[in-house]
Structure formats: structure tokens, C-alpha cells
């Protein structure tokens, strides 16, 4: 008899679910205690043997827990359920990361185009990046590509 068993047998308070880690994937059960869950809802569980930490999807909340007695796994805990405030932190998070990528762009794209046309410049001229760009870019030859 496997310790998860022996522990849902003494505290009533202990419950299972099934959780997935993909879209119709296998599920999985795990434990949990003092926590309201929704089937769909994310929470936070342990995985793998280093007990690191990913994000499932509840798609079963068990009536009684199902601890198979003849188990020679171990059980894991769902230790957090993915609630409104951090799941729209998480949103948040994702939101910056992604602003962050567009502004380091732009500012690696002003850093070349600053280095191409100072290249350009040694090379032809003022002069001659003037004319180049007012035929390329539609400008006049009064526009002025370095600055």
C-alpha cells in the first residue's frame, strides 16, 4: 500500500484531479488540498524526478480521491491554482516580454541603419548618399539620410 493511499485514508481533506499537460493529452492525477478547482482552470503542479514546476489544465475533479494502493509511483501535489489575478499577471508578463522584443528591434534596426549609411558616407560621399536617397526614398536632394 503506497503512502498517498495511506494519507487519503486517515485525511478526509485530501482530494484528486486529473490534469493534462497538453490539449488532449493524458491525464494525469494528482492531489491537492484546500484549494478550489474548476475542470479547465490551470494550476501549477511538480513534475519529473528534480520536482520542477509546469502549468496543466484540470480536466477531472475526482468524486472520492483515486489513489491506485498498488501504485509504486509517487503522487504528485498540485501546489497553486492558476486564479484570475495570476493569469492576468502572467498575461501581463507575456504582454512586456513581447513590447520589450518589438522596442530592442527597432533599436537594432536605428543601430544598422545608423552604421550602413556612415559606411555609404565613407565610401561615396555626403553628396552622393543625398542623391541616392532622394532617388530611392522619393526625397529631394535636400533630405538628409544621416540624420
Not at 493511499?5 to 484528486?16: F, S
Not at 511538480?46 to 472520492?64: F, M, P, R, Y
Not at 484570475?84 to 498575461?91: D, F, L, Y
Not at 536632394?141 to 540624420?147: C, H, I, L, Q
Amino acid at each position: 500500500m503506497n503512502s498517498a493511499y495511506k494519507l487519503c485514508l486517515v485525511c478526509d481533506q485530501i482530494k484528486t484531479a486529473a490534469v493534462s499537460f497538453e490539449a488532449f493529452g493524458k491525464a494525469y492525477t494528482y492531489m491537492y488540498k484546500d484549494m478550489e478547482l474548476e475542470v479547465g482552470q490551470e494550476v501549477i503542479v511538480e513534475t519529473g524526478n528534480d520536482d520542477s514546476l509546469k502549468v496543466a489544465q484540470v480536466v477531472a475533479i475526482h468524486d472520492e480521491p483515486e489513489i491506485d494502493p498498488h501504485y509504486r509511483g509517487t503522487y504528485r501535489w498540485i501546489l497553486s491554482n492558476m486564479g484570475t489575478t495570476a493569469r492576468e499577471n502572467q498575461t501581463a508578463l507575456r504582454d512586456m516580454e513581447k513590447q520589450a522584443g518589438a522596442i530592442l528591434r527597432k533599436a537594432e534596426q536605428a543601430k544598422i541603419r545608423k552604421e550602413v549609411q556612415k559606411q555609404l558616407s565613407e565610401n561615396f560621399g555626403e553628396d552622393t548618399l543625398k542623391q541616392i536617397a532622394a532617388i530611392t526614398i522619393g526625397g529631394s536632394e535636400e533630405s538628409d539620410p544621416t540624420a
